[in-house]
T-cell receptor
Framework: EDKVVQSPLSLVVHEGDTVTLNCSYEVTNFRSLLWYKQEKKAPTFLFMLTSSGIEKKSGRLSSILDKKELFSILNITATQTGDSAIYLCAVYSGGSNYKLTFGKGTLLTVNP | GAGVSQSPSNKVTEKGKDVELRCDPISGHTALYWYRQSLGQGLEFLIYFQGNSAPDKSGLPSDRFSAERTGGSVSTLTIQRTQQEDSAVYLC???????????FGDGTRLSIL
């Protein structure tokens, strides 16, 4: 059974801190890994990673994939209270190019 | 609209009743997905549509669950004879094609009394 594990489950930081969120996976026939941010309702898409070692960046957020060690990290620098959310990692894998397998998420709380 | 639209946003019903949840995907998106999110659990895949066809219904929890999509656009997820364990947030997503980023609606929070 495909498995996606995120750590830590929750994290509390102060504004201005840098955080690293982890996502490891055990899946058959890995295709791509996606990161989402979920505030109150809809998960919103952040990044899609398919190749190892190539960093994707958007403002203060960045992410990288290591297909050899089967993990990805999401970095957030100079955190702001608006970064408080659940961050979800998901994987396309196996014979399915449509079904995302999700981790349980990391709850990030940024205090002023 | 610009994003995926789901209705109702909240639904409270009694055990044993049928419920119908609606999803209006992003215009032009051919692929549509339903997921379920329960407290403490990750998002659980339910069903996928390509156009009006559902090649994979393997995630539907029981035969009380069914879904359809018409005109390659709007989809409805129907739960018959609801049970308390059906309480969850039901999320719909759409994408331009397979293996593309999926874009989610705000979900329907279903509560079974």
């Amino acid at each position: 059974e495909d498995k996606v594990v995120q750590s830590p489950l929750s994290l509390v930081v102060h504004e201005g801190d840098t955080v690293t969120l982890n996502c490891s996976y055990e899946v058959t026939n890995f295709r791509s890994l996606l990161w989402y941010k979920q505030e109150k309702k809809a998960p919103t898409f952040l990044f899609m990673l398919t190749s190892s070692g190539i960093e994707k960046k958007s403002g203060r957020l960045s992410s990288i994939l290591d297909k050899k060690e089967l993990f990805s990290i999401l970095n957030i620098t100079a955190t702001q209270t608006g970064d408080s959310a659940i961050y979800l990692c998901a994987v396309y894998s196996g014979g399915s190019n449509y079904k995302l397998t999700f981790g349980k998420g990391t709850l990030l709380t940024v205090n002023p | 609209g610009a994003g995926v639209s789901q209705s109702p946003s909240n639904k409270v019903t009694e055990k044993g009743k049928d419920v119908e949840l609606r999803c209006d995907p992003i215009s032009g998106h051919t692929a549509l997905y339903w997921y379920r999110q329960s407290l403490g659990q990750g998002l659980e895949f339910l069903i996928y549509f390509q156009g009006n066809s559902a090649p994979d219904k393997s995630g539907l929890p029981s035969d009380r669950f069914s879904a359809e999509r018409t005109g390659g656009s709007v989809s409805t997820l129907t739960i018959q004879r609801t049970q308390q364990e059906d309480s969850a947030v039901y999320l719909c997503a759409s994408s331009f094609g397979v293996e593309q980023p999926q874009h989610f609606g705000d979900g329907t929070r279903l509560s079974i009394l």
